[in-house]
């Protein structure tokens, strides 16, 4: 018998569907099925189109979700800030390491199979890495009352932050990738006062 979709509003539809389509796309690629689809998020393979017009949709509508920083940016927001500066610099990195990990996994995959990237039908896609002004003022705010400990303003330490985050995250650097703890640890050693390195 055909599962029978429990009641959604049509955007939580949309969305629900998006995020079991993601893992599949990255381990299937665009061979994914509609019918593959459906079986993972136990719904009929008319709901997947009913919500999504064509498979060439979703995958564009995947695409614009990975990228989308409203999740990551409510787990910053989320950090304890009674931890100590460098805690919560490397919370917040792990944050955007998975958001980062996640989006460029899936576009490689459909880069690899010559997948066209799409345009979100709501508008052009938002910026690609921490430099999401959302993200950025976000991060700031975790540096907050510990901006005077360091000779950069808070707007360059994130800055400096988001080029680590993003060649740690990105598999095409031949590097190892660092952990969070490793890249704040990098970035704050070079932008504190040399005073407070020294007390440390």
Do not use: W, Y
């Amino acid at each position: 018998m055909t599962p029978r979709a429990p009641a959604m509003s049509p955007e939580d539809r949309r969305s629900a569907i998006v995020e079991v389509t993601i893992p599949l796309l990255r381990e299937h690629g665009p061979a994914l099925t509609t019918k593959q689809v459906a079986e993972a998020a136990g719904i009929a393979e008319g709901t997947v189109f009913r919500a999504f017009g064509t498979k060439e949709e979703l995958v564009g509508a995947c695409a614009a979700a990975v990228f989308d920083t409203t999740a990551a940016v409510a787990r910053l927001r989320g950090i304890d800030p009674g931890l100590t500066l460098d805690e919560r610099l490397a919370a917040g990195v792990a944050v955007m390491h998975a958001h980062l990990e996640r989006a460029i996994g899936l576009m490689a995959t459909l880069h690899s199979a010559a997948v066209p990237p799409q345009r979100p039908p709501d508008g052009p896609p938002k910026r690609r890495s921490m430099s999401d002004p959302a993200v950025d003022a976000a991060f700031v705010d975790l540096i907050g009352p510990d901006a005077d400990s360091l000779r950069f303003d808070p707007p360059t330490v994130v800055n400096i932050l988001a080029h680590l985050t993003l060649s740690s995250a990105h598999p095409m650097f031949p590097v190892r990738s660092m952990t969070p703890a490793e890249i704040v640890s990098v970035v704050l050693d070079g932008t504190r006062h040399h005073t407070d390195r020294e007390a440390r």
